[in-house]
Structures are given as C-alpha cells and as structure tokens.
C-alpha cells in the first residue's frame, strides 16, 4: 500500500485530498497544527490513515515529520496560510511565519522525503500553489511570492530527479470555496464569478481530483507541470 502525506490535511483541499488519496487505496498520513479534533474525526473515518501533529513555522517539527514517515510514496505540499496586507505593512512576525510554512516547510519536506524515492526510484512530489502564483496579487504580495516559488520549485526539481523516476507536479487553483476566501464580501464573490469562465467557484474536490490523477499512472509522462484549476478566470 502506497503513503501519501498531506500537510494541512484539515483545510478544504487538504481534508478533500485526504478523502480522495483514501479512495484510491493510499495510506494517508494527516498532518494538522491547531485542529486535532478534526484530524482524529478524518483519521477514524478513513482506512488506513493516521495522523501528525506540527507546527510548520518551526524547522524541527518540520524535521520529525519528515522523519516520521520516511517510505512516503506521495508528498502533497498544500499547507499554507495567507496574508492580505499592503506590501509595505507587513510585519516582521507575518513575513516569518508565511515564508516558513508556505515555502521554507515544502522545500524541507521535499528535500528530506526526496532521499527514500531516490532510493526506491520512484514517488510523487505534488506542490499546490495558487493562480497568484502566476499572475500575482495585489495586497498579497508576500504570499504571491511564496506560491510563485513553488511553480520554481517544481519545474527545477522535476528536471533533476526525473531520470531516477521521481515526478514533481504542480496545481495551481483559483477561486476555491475554502475557508481562505471567508474574507470576501457577497460584492467581491459576485464580481469575481463574473471574471471566472465556468461562472462559479471551485471546490476543494476538483483540486483533489486533480492531485490524484496527477499521481497516479495515468500521469506517467506528466512531470514538471503546472495545472491550472481555476475555471479559466
């Protein structure tokens, strides 16, 4: 049975992740911070899935999640926290906490869980960036970085362990029912639907579709990509 770990596993396209890798017959190993509740509930629910807790923001538990699960088949960087700030606002304590856990964690993770797919020359590094990954985002600069970083991250280290069969993919959504997007007035939703081409949001589910196909063998030949799941807005 093939492991895949999914940090921030309790978010929308975390938990949907979850509920979809499980489908499929993976052991999913549910990474969470602050909502332990929840992650026991979707442990207790699902087959063969156990869960971790850590604080991505800090290296060292970064470090034991890694080494917790070191036969990781199937890596899915999705944690991550946003910040809407002007640019020149942005305080020191919210710049360190964003580049940590949207950035500095999926590199570690990558870098230490890279080592056993090298070693069994095969896995799955999947990245979830965002479509201000590619196009940027006014008042969210920083995080703009961050998920721009991970499109890097993944064209780069495809190119590098692919000849030892390792494939790095990327999804990049965009406007998904999430609790991320709670902030927006019923204005902003309406106005942002309208620049959306499928005419509505996404969900959680389409992305976790999207991160199963991408690791599964269907995508044998797909590696170093960038997939937008964004209703073509």
């Given at each position: 049975m093939k492991t895949v770990l999914i940090t921030g596993a309790t978010g929308?396209?975390?938990?949907?992740?979850?509920?979809?890798?499980?489908?499929?017959?993976?052991?999913?190993?549910?990474?969470?911070?602050?909502?332990?509740?929840?992650?026991?509930?979707?442990?207790?629910?699902?087959?063969?899935?156990?869960?971790?807790q850590a604080d991505l923001s800090d290296r060292a538990q970064v470090e034991s999640l890694a080494n917790a699960f070191p036969e990781t088949d199937v890596l899915v960087n999705n944690a991550a926290v946003d910040l809407f700030a002007l640019f020149d606002l942005v305080t020191e304590e919210q710049e360190r906490q964003l580049y940590n856990i949207n950035l500095h964690a999926p590199l570690l993770l990558s870098r230490r869980l890279?080592?056993?797919?090298?070693?069994?020359?095969?896995?799955?590094?999947?990245?979830?960036?965002?479509?201000?990954?590619?196009?940027?985002?006014?008042?969210?600069?920083?995080?703009s970085v961050t998920k721009a970083a991970l499109i890097g991250l993944t064209k780069a280290l495809a190119k590098e362990v692919g000849t030892a069969g390792v494939r790095v993919n990327c999804v990049c959504p965009g406007v998904i029912n999430t609790r991320m997007n709670d902030r927006l007035t019923v204005d902003e939703a309406?106005?942002?639907?309208?620049?959306?081409?499928?005419?509505r949001f996404g969900t959680p589910e389409e992305v976790a579709d999207a991160l199963v196909f991408l690791a599964s063998d269907k995508a044998s030949y797909i590696t170093g990509a960038v997939l937008d799941v964004n209703g073509g807005i």
């Open positions: 929308g396209i975390g938990e949907a992740a979850a509920r979809a890798f499980s489908l499929v017959g993976y052991r999913v190993v549910i990474h969470y911070n602050q909502n332990e509740q929840k992650a026991r509930e979707l442990a207790n629910e699902l087959p063969n899935a156990v869960t971790f890279l080592r056993g797919m090298l070693s069994r020359q095969s896995g799955c590094i999947l990245n979830v960036s965002s479509m201000f990954g590619e196009t940027g985002g006014s008042c969210e600069v920083d995080y309406e106005a942002l639907t309208e620049s959306i081409a499928l005419d």
